[in-house]
């Protein structure tokens, strides 16, 4: 293939990859790989000539390492800022809610601490004769509480977040209906506290973040890391650097069920390859097959549309990460302030995206930023076919040039 022919089917892979749903042919060339991973290049800095983003981390992996890891841009829209880097770390959002909330709660249910049927009134007292009888922990991990956010003050307690949940009006009734609310997983981070008398910045860090050797990871970064953190841009106008961008989470302290965890590619690729092996990494099992199991498990909602698993999407309108390629047993999150995590089990691969975002209007666009990242990184994988893990196992790793 000449360098012409191969740049004119570049143009053709983008174009279908970001303005339509088509999948993209294969190429039976040994230029293949290299044009999916100049592709991913060229996605990931067309976003940053756009400005959606100032620039971000791409990690490919499988259970046994990772596969492609590249930075790209850099920590703010700054023009000074200092390069991304494969380690910078993040403002996870709404990853905090899969990557420490749901598994302090698994991990409670597997030590038999709590039962995911367990009434919410039992470990919140607050909700009894308030006719929420048949609320149970389970429909707050599926978001099918019937609960919604609400405006508060951001001068506030976690038990002033309570009190509102358990005097609101419930839209619908439980299980019957999903619908995303950050107060389903503020009341799952202060149930960890009430069932282990530990915060769940702790808990998460002694039981899960640490034994993981996800090093970076946790809620309010030390000053000593702040610097090693990529911005975010609050409401204000303001640029964050190691302070959580989330409103609520800032209110109660930075230490949230729903948002206030950073963490680094590095750190989400460990995570992620704990969950393809069953609950262990390393030769240290953290949880045990069931509660992995029990994750990633299907839940069906509005006659199937929506398919949600404990506190993971599968699948719904926040599943662009999922791409095209990835199988209906894959499993993922994304966080507002730019990242995203998915994971297919059945072909042994997993995708991270983290960026700085620059432009939050643009929802659609990340939407595609984001499929077009995991579309790619499927191909890349699937396309030189993986018998055995043999391909995966024997390549090395594409990471950045220095």
């Known amino acids: 293939m000449s360098q012409r022919t191969a740049a004119k089917y570049l143009l053709f892979l983008l174009a279908a990859l970001l303005f339509t749903s088509t999948p993209v042919p294969a190429l039976d060339d040994p230029l293949e790989e290299l044009l999916h991973a100049d592709s991913i290049d060229c996605v990931m800095k067309g ?8 620039g971000g981390v791409v990690l490919v992996g499988d259970s046994y390492g990772d596969l492609f890891v590249r930075a790209y841009g850099r920590m703010s829209p700054a023009a000074d800022a200092p390069a991304i880097i494969a380690d910078t770390i993040f403002d996870l959002a709404s990853l905090t809610k ?3 909330t749901a598994p302090a709660i698994m991990k409670l249910a597997d030590e038999g601490v709590l039962n995911l049927l367990d009434p919410v009134e039992k470990w919140f007292p ?3 004769g308030k006719g929420k009888d048949d609320l149970l922990l389970l429909n707050l991990l599926t978001h099918t509480s019937g609960l919604h956010d609400v405006s508060l ?5 976690i038990q002033a977040d309570i009190r509102q949940a358990a005097d609101e009006e419930l839209k619908s009734r439980p299980g019957s209906r999903f619908r995303y609310a950050d107060i389903n997983f503020i009341l799952l981070g202060e149930l960890v506290h009430r069932a282990t008398g530990q915060s ?3 808990y998460a860090a002694e039981h899960i973040l640490l034994p993981l050797g996800m090093t970076t990871a946790g809620f309010n970064p030390p000053e000593s890391l702040r610097s090693r953190c990529a911005a975010t841009i609050a409401d204000s106008g303001e640029i964050l650097h190691g302070k959580v961008q989330d409103l609520n989470a800032g209110a109660l302290g930075g230490s949230a069920g729903h948002a206030g965890l950073f963490g680094s590619a590095t750190d989400l690729a460990r995570f992620c390859r704990m969950l393809l092996r069953g609950g262990e990494l390393e030769g240290r099992r953290v949880f045990s097959p069931w509660a992995v199991q029990q994750m990633a498990s299907p839940f069906y909602f509005q006659q199937g549309r929506i398919v949600r698993g404990l506190g993971w999407d599968i699948l719904s309108p926040y599943s662009s990460p999922r791409g095209n390629g990835f199988s209906s047993a894959s499993f993922g999150h994304t966080g507002y302030s730019g990242c995203s995590v998915w994971i297919d089990p059945e072909s042994d691969l997993f995708v991270v995206l983290l960026t700085s975002r620059s432009d939050y209007r643009r929802v659609r666009d990340f939407g595609r930023l984001r499929s077009s990242i995991s579309t790619l990184a499927a191909r890349i994988l699937h396309d030189h076919g993986n018998a055995g893990g043999r391909y995966k ?5 594409a990471r950045q040039k220095p």
């Open 126 to 128: 607050e909700f009894m």
């Open 200 to 202: 769940l910045d702790k």
């Open 47 to 54: 976003a940053i000539a756009s400005g959606l983003i100032s």
């Open 98 to 100: 899969v990557i420490a």
């Open 393 to 397: 196992r024997e390549r090395p790793v």
């Open 153 to 157: 003050p951001p001068a506030r307690t």
